[in-house]
């Protein structure tokens, strides 16, 4: 049956059964190659879009409630922290725009009971200027703001708040609002989340020392140009020191 017939010779008929094989084999080869390429070439793009569809982008928000929604201004009048070297506080009270004050806890009169906790309340002080000129009176603003989440009282009387001034490094104290001029009665203020009372005090740009109220002849000396530090101070909360200048 391998055997040719025909009337041409063998080898004619040998050389076409090998041109329809190649041609079978290659078709197959074709065929294969096309199936191949169908169902497994084309893995790369669903891979991609799995890796994709996995992957994510996420944007950090930085988010710090306010008990009360709105920073409201303290409400009702107040007196402001006792004057230095003859010069007497503003006593005004301002709505301050910083909410936030990095406070610590040292020694001080304790809270009455029923009154704001010292956890509950945040105090900051700053100077009004960053550099005050010479013979200028520097004046410096505390702002005490209940950071809690329900209203409380306080006294905010000028003897338990202070402004401080301390030299530059902290470690000399120059000056209290509170030093020659106490003031012992009360200003208990009730103050409802998130609400600030602010508070003006002027200085003189003289040291004293808390002795100057009872001494007859306090010893008070001008303080020269240079850098310093103001705190305020509400009880035993204290607000971190703020650089200011007297040029």
């Known amino acids: 049956m391998l055997e040719p017939n025909g009337p041409l010779p063998p080898e004619i008929y040998w050389r076409r059964r090998a041109l329809a094989i190649g041609a079978a084999v290659i078709a197959l080869a074709l065929i294969i190659w096309a199936a191949s390429a169908l169902f497994g070439g084309g893995s790369d793009t669903p ?31 107040g007196s402001g922290g006792g004057a230095a070297g003859g010069s007497g506080g503003s006593g005004t009270q301002a709505s301050g725009s910083s909410t936030s004050a ?20 945040a105090v900051k002080a700053t100077a009004d200027k960053a550099t005050f000129a010479p013979g200028e009176e520097p004046s410096f603003t505390i702002v005490i703001t209940n950071i809690g ?40 203020r009730n103050l409802a989340p998130g609400e600030q009372a602010a508070f003006k005090v002027a200085w003189s740009a003289t040291t004293s020392t808390p002795e100057c109220a009872t001494a007859q002849n306090p010893e008070r000396n001008p303080v020269g140009a240079g850098a310093y530090t103001v705190v305020g101070q509400l009880g035993a909360l204290r607000s971190s020191p703020e650089p200011f200048n007297i040029a």
Request: hydrophobic content about 30%.
């Open 149 to 188: 989440s329900a209203p409380c009282d306080r006294d905010l009387a000028g003897g338990l708040q202070q402004v401080l001034v301390y030299s530059i490094d902290g470690k000399t104290r120059l000056w209290s609002n509170v030093d020659c001029y106490p003031q012992p009665a009360a200003d208990v």
């Open 102 to 121: 990095s406070s610590s806890s040292t020694t001080g009169a304790p809270v009455p009971a029923g009154q704001c906790a010292d956890s509950s309340l």
């Open 47 to 77: 891979e991609a879009n799995s890796a994709a569809a996995s992957s994510s982008l996420t944007t950090d928000v930085s988010f710090t409630p306010n008990p009360s929604g709105s920073n409201a201004p303290d409400a009702n009048g």
